[in-house]
């Protein structure tokens, strides 16, 4: 018995101290896969959302599930845009904000759009969104511009 004891005991703290060094080494890598979206995401939620936008082009009915997947995808695409923004959202936040505008969601349609124009304006849906926002009759100054204004009313 103590001889069994006196293999294991060593043999636990060995086991122990490789798990110790291997378990920094996996969060490191978990972090790392942190940083960025996956691919997976964006497709995931891309896929959705297409579904949704064609439903809406097809004039059929949406549900109220449809509804609740409308409101869960925005609220998932608002999410990852607090971890990271990152250009890939821009067509998503465009095509949500498209959906919300067919339904005569104005005020929801209106807020992805101003979300293209401060964080992806230099992306193709950054005049796209400014555009509708126009045709839209809302009023467009991108923090640039209202510099520009006040540098010219200083001088």
Do not use: W
């Not at 996996?26 to 960025?36: E, L, T």
């Not at 549900?63 to 925005?74: A, G």
């Amino acid at each position: 018995m103590k001889q069994t004891l006196s293999v294991l005991i060593p043999l636990a703290l060995m086991i122990a101290l490789i798990l110790n060094q291997a378990l920094p080494a996996d969060a490191a890598k978990k972090n790392v896969k942190k940083k960025g979206v996956s691919q997976e995401v964006l497709t995931d939620l891309s896929s959705k959302i297409n579904a949704l936008t064609q439903k809406v082009y097809e004039r059929e009915l949406y549900t109220p599930e449809d509804s609740k997947n409308l409101i869960t995808l925005k609220l998932q695409l608002d999410e990852q845009m607090d971890n990271l923004p990152e250009a890939a959202f821009a067509p998503l936040y465009f095509k949500i904000g498209n959906i919300y505008r067919l339904r005569g969601e104005e005020k929801d349609a209106i807020v992805c759009y101003q979300t293209i124009l401060e964080n992806f304006s230099d992306t193709a849906y950054g005049p796209k969104a400014k555009d509708i926002l126009s045709q839209m009759g809302i009023e467009i100054k991108l923090p640039s511009e209202s510099e520009e204004d006040e540098f010219e009313e200083e001088i």
